[in-house]
């Protein structure tokens, strides 16, 4: 930047002698002392320079680029964070089974309990096996073959709950979603009382809606973070404000990595042009 310096100085002061030359050739003319104007001129030249002053007062391309590239790439945030923001996760907590709707075969086995005899294991046949509702009502019935097999067909996949009761048995029951659970095995053991197995699947799609709106959130809020640096990139009063409001666009994730690869290299580009922010031709003087 020195040697720029220099160079701008010698053209100044080449003007100047080309002008005092002309001045001395006319003895009407009154000659003048210029060598504090050529100074002033030359520091006025230098100072152009640096803070990218072109005729007719044009932003300087550079920086025009980086301001472009900022600004894609924040545009490119806030249009994922808003799509982000409009997807609705009804359709999905609806269904939190992933599976599509419809209708699903609940089928299972009932099977003795074997004792410490070695006794038991036997298939139960013709045994009633009770299909209930989330409250209890009862909704079919059948029974189970000669390989104590039951199925109910053409089930709606809402919570059911399958019940067995035999005399000196424990009644079993299991609450179960069609189609969650492809074949249930059910061992029935003497005693009294209900033994009931909860099979339905753990579901954390709550969890994930709510991080995924957070993380839209703060995608928006860095994105416009970017626009706010692209204007004090337009403004060029701080080059360390620029970059830094920069930086933190790039947690945008506009089309994952091409959005903050935009921002990046337009903060390349004003790294380039820092000379032409205020502050740091203030801290070059």
């Known amino acids: 930047m020195q040697d720029d310096d220099g160079l701008v ?3 100044v002061m080449d003007e100047f002698d080309d002008l005092e030359s002309e001045l001395a050739a006319d003895d009407e003319e009154i000659r003048v002392d210029s060598s504090d104007i050529r100074t002033e001129a030359s520091e006025i030249a230098i100072r152009a320079i ?8 044009e932003l300087p ?4 680029i980086a301001i472009m590239l900022i600004m894609a790439g924040s545009l490119l945030g806030l249009l994922f964070g808003v799509l982000l923001i409009s997807a609705d996760p009804s359709d999905l907590l609806s269904n939190p089974t992933g599976i599509a709707e419809g209708e699903a075969v609940v089928a299972g086995l009932l099977v003795n309990e074997i004792t410490e005899e070695g006794e038991g294991g036997e298939y139960l046949e013709g045994v009633e096996v009770k299909l209930l509702d989330e409250q209890g009502n009862l909704i079919t019935r059948t029974f189970t073959d000669q390989n104590g097999r039951f199925m109910f067909d053409e089930q709606t996949r809402q919570t059911r709950i399958v019940e067995v009761r035999t005399d000196g048995n424990i009644t079993e029951q299991r609450i179960l979603i069609p189609g969650e659970v492809t074949q249930i095995t059910i061992t029935m053991r003497a005693g009294s009382g209900t033994n009931t197995v909860d099979l339905r699947m753990d579901s954390t799609l709550q969890d994930s809606v709510d991080v ?13 973070i970017g626009f706010g ?3 004090e990139a337009l403004r060029g009063n701080s080059y360390r404000r620029t970059q830094w409001l920069s930086g933190i666009a ?3 994730r506009g089309g994952v990595f091409i959005g903050p690869g935009l921002i990046l290299a337009g ?11 205020e502050d740091w ?5």
Not at 268 to 274: D, M
């Open 229 to 231: 640096a692209a204007m």
């Open 281 to 285: 031709t203030e801290l070059e003087e």
């Open 267 to 277: 903060m390349a580009l004003n790294r380039i042009a820092r000379r032409q922010f």
């Open 50 to 57: 640096r803070q990218g002053a072109e005729i007719g007062g």
């Open 9 to 11: 100085k010698v053209r």
């Open 212 to 224: 995924g709106t957070a993380v839209a959130v703060f995608t928006v809020l860095t994105a416009a």
């Open 61 to 64: 391309v550079v920086r025009k």
């Open 250 to 252: 790039l947690f945008s």
